[in-house]
């Protein structure tokens, strides 16, 4: 999520608010992609359309939404982060968990994409 040279400048925040809680720290390119599998098919999020539109649905069908175990490891050309979700799907009212790892890479110091690979885990 934060390129290394903004590691420890923000804490606690999740990449969705973070422009809400630190406008213009991390800066997307015009051409960010980001891709997630969400209810069995990968959705492609390249314009704030299409990234509004994943939130409202994802609102409308899971509550109670939490990270945990967040951990970011930088590399040369990418950095990593690993996490465990859990929440409720509201159209079951079950509990879910997932563990996943994002991918976010950087252009010129500017966010160029973000790939999510997750998979269901004991809630």
Do not use: C
């Amino acid at each position: 999520m934060l390129h290394p040279s903004l590691q420890g400048r923000i804490h606690g925040v999740s990449w969705q608010d973070l422009p809400l809680a630190a406008p213009g720290l991390i800066e997307m390119l015009q051409d960010f992609v980001w891709t997630v599998m969400a209810d069995d098919r990968v959705h492609r999020l390249d314009t704030s359309e299409r990234i509004a539109a994943f939130f409202d649905e994802r609102n409308r069908t899971l509550e109670n939404l939490r990270f945990e175990k967040v951990v970011f490891h930088h590399a040369p050309d990418a950095t990593f982060m690993t996490y465990r979700m859990t929440g409720t799907d509201k159209r079951t009212a079950r509990p879910f968990a997932r563990e996943g790892v994002e991918r976010y890479t950087f252009r010129n110091g500017k966010l160029a994409g973000k790939d999510v690979y997750s998979r269901p885990a004991e809630p």
